[in-house]
T-cell receptor
Framework: DTAVSQTPKYLVTQMGNDKSIKCEQNLGHDTMYWYKQDSKKFLKIMFSYNNKELIINETVPNRFSPKSPDKAHLNLHINSLELGDSAVYFC???????????FGPGTRLLVL | QQQVKQSPQSLIVQKGGISIINCAYENTAFDYFPWYQQFPGKGPALLIAIRPDVSEKKEGRFTISFNKSAKQFSLHIMDSQPGDSATYFCAAVNTGTASKLTFGTGTRLQVTL
């Protein structure tokens, strides 16, 4: 019955590696988001997709590339990982408007 | 530039007390103001939200007070319970544009016995 799911839940990797985080929602929503939450708990949007189309692309290094194969999935690929990429990454989704967003459980990324 | 300022950063309240978290915003185009609650190890979840055409909205023990002229809004948690211990985020959005939620910096609430 999970509404928004993310895999993996934890990700520990070395600097310079490439990794992906997957997100799936079964709510029938048409808009999906990626957020980064840093060690101070600050939440910042990274990307937003509506019906597989990119609509928000914040000032994020181009090492981060989102991919939406269909409306129910939004994956995040990160190239050449850096120490500063360590954070919790949340996927979220909404239907029609940005107002009510449903967040996934988060992926805790630690770059060593 | 922080468009939504939130205070305090942390708050300790005794069980049964009132928890108050304040937010202020700059952008007068914002027209929707939600509060999200985040428990440790979980994603944020929508708690309550308000639009600027009303000054107060109440849902159970949670109340949002909104002051449009001052560009401020606050969350009041009445009869605070240990189960309310979480991080609370205010947010704001202009629903008319290619919208995104702009979050405040969060308030870590601890309700003690």
């Amino acid at each position: 019955d999970t509404a928004v799911s993310q895999t993996p839940k934890y990700l520990v990797t070395q600097m310079g590696n490439d990794k992906s985080i997957k997100c799936e929602q079964n709510l029938g929503h048409d808009t999906m988001y990626w957020y980064k939450q840093d060690s101070k708990k600050f939440l910042k949007i990274m990307f937003s997709y509506n019906n597989k189309e990119l609509i928000i692309n914040e000032t994020v290094p181009n090492r981060f590339s989102p991919k939406s194969p269909d409306k129910a999935h939004l994956n995040l690929h990160i190239n050449s990982l850096e120490l500063g990429d360590s954070a919790v990454y949340f996927c979220a989704s909404s239907l029609g408007t940005v107002e009510t967003q449903y967040f996934g459980p988060g992926t805790r990324l630690l770059v060593l | 530039q922080q468009q939504v300022k939130q205070s305090p950063q942390s708050l300790i309240v005794q069980k049964g007390g009132i928890s108050i978290i304040n937010c202020a915003y700059e952008n007068t185009a914002f027209d929707y103001f939600p509060w999200y609650q985040q428990f440790p190890g979980k994603g944020p979840a929508l708690l309550i939200a308000i639009r600027p055409d009303v000054s107060e909205k109440k849902e159970g023990r949670f109340t949002i007070s909104f002051n449009k002229s001052a560009k401020q809004f606050s969350l009041h948690i009445m009869d605070s319970q240990p189960g309310d211990s979480a991080t609370y985020f205010c947010a704001a959005v202009n629903t008319g544009t290619a919208s995104k939620l702009t979050f405040g910096t969060g308030t870590r609430l601890q309700v003690t016995l």
